[in-house]
T-cell receptor
């Protein structure tokens, strides 16, 4: 049984560069979430997908951020023209839920730590 | 919008003793879930315990139990017989409508030998 995996685990980049992160959810899970966590804080919601449809985006997700889940399986999060303020841990989570109603549990991946120099 | 507040940035407890972490939340939703997640140093977030708002009975999972006071919008976590492996950041979280989790600021718990 494999849990949620994320790649890469660490990314160091220079300001202005583009970066892309990948998340592979638990295989039978239909929902996939992206969160951002800065040091000493709780995770903040960025966006989520139900299958391939992106259903909600946070105001934190500026136009430099884009997320996709093209086949309803893995997802990518791209940050264009990175800024120092983008330095954070980017967490992916997945869950299985019926079409409507609350989730039972979100399972988290290990995260991708981004450092923008 | 929902908010979750954890007013204890840091807590410490002696091994084998009991500790309670506090959490309050604000929402206008009637159907929701509350969670406690644990994030050990440099390790991924794992679920400790969850509570459905419509259930009056407090959830328990082995050494972990909650005190859910719906009217007061309070959701505290009690850890009994604390172990060194319980040392971690603990986050209280809220979820409604099957979408985002809203997390509190976290409480860093240290279990001392």
């Amino acid at each position: 049984d494999t849990g949620v995996s994320q790649d890469p685990r660490h990314k160091i980049t220079k300001r202005g560069q583009n970066v892309t992160f990948r998340c592979d959810p638990i295989s039978e899970h239909n929902r996939l979430y992206w969160y951002r966590q800065t040091l000493g804080q709780g995770p903040e919601f960025l966006t989520y997908f139900q299958n391939e449809a992106q259903l909600e985006k946070s105001r934190l997700l500026s136009d430099r951020f884009s997320a996709e889940r093209p086949k309803g399986s893995f997802s990518t999060l791209e940050i264009q023209r990175t800024e120092q303020g983008d330095s954070a841990m980017y967490l992916c989570a997945s869950s299985f839920a019926e079409t409507s109603g609350p989730n039972n549990e979100q399972f988290f991946g290990p995260g991708t730590r981004l450092t923008v120099l | 919008a929902q908010t979750v507040t954890q007013s204890q940035p840091e807590m410490s407890v002696q091994e084998a003793e009991t500790v309670t972490l506090s959490c309050t939340y604000d929402t206008s939703e009637s159907n929701y879930y509350l969670f406690w997640y644990k994030q050990p140093p440099s390790r991924q977030m794992i679920l400790v315990i969850r509570q459905e708002a419509y259930k009056q009975q407090n959830a328990t999972e082995n050494r972990f139990s909650v005190n859910f006071q719906k009217a007061a919008k309070s959701f505290s976590l009690k850890i009994s017989d604390s172990q060194l492996g319980d040392t971690a950041m603990y986050f209280c979280a809220f979820e409604a409508s099957g979408s985002r989790l809203t997390f509190g600021e976290g409480t860093q718990l240290t279990v001392n030998p």
